[in-house]
């Protein structure tokens, strides 16, 4: 069975960064894309950053310029930086990776907290 499981998270204060971290365990094949979600109180969910098994990224428009998304598909790890945080980055961020022959994100983390003040 396979886990995500996430760290890193924490508290800092705006402007700070902080590095995002997610491991998988228990598989037998490889990802294809892996992804970080966040969700805010009271909010959906949304999607942070994504990134294809050959590298290809996007992002949220809230996030671009100040977050980088990056793997290493032979550790099946997935990795967010997080630069220039600010208030509105307050939530929990959960990594989601999606199996080969899947469309879908069928995987998640059960999530870290990030907390920014001001």
């Known amino acids: 069975q396979v886990q995500l499981v996430e760290s890193g998270g924490g508290l800092v204060q705006a402007g700070g960064s902080l590095r995002l971290s997610c491991a998988a365990s228990?598989?037998?094949?490889?990802?294809?894309?892996m992804a970080w979600y966040r969700q805010a109180p009271g909010k959906q969910r949304e999607l942070v950053a994504a990134?294809?098994?050959?590298?290809?990224?996007n992002y949220a428009d809230s996030v671009k310029g100040r977050f980088t998304i990056s793997r290493d598909n032979a550790k099946n790890t997935v990795f967010l930086q997080m630069n220039s945080l600010n208030t509105d980055d307050t939530a929990v961020y959960h990594c989601?990776?999606?199996?080969?022959?899947?469309?879908?994100?069928?995987?998640w983390g059960q999530g870290t907290q990030v907390t920014v003040s001001s």
């Open positions: 990134i294809t098994r050959g590298g290809s990224t």
């Open positions: 228990g598989i037998i094949f490889s990802f294809n894309a």
């Open positions: 989601a990776a999606q199996s080969l022959g899947s469309t879908q994100y069928n995987h």
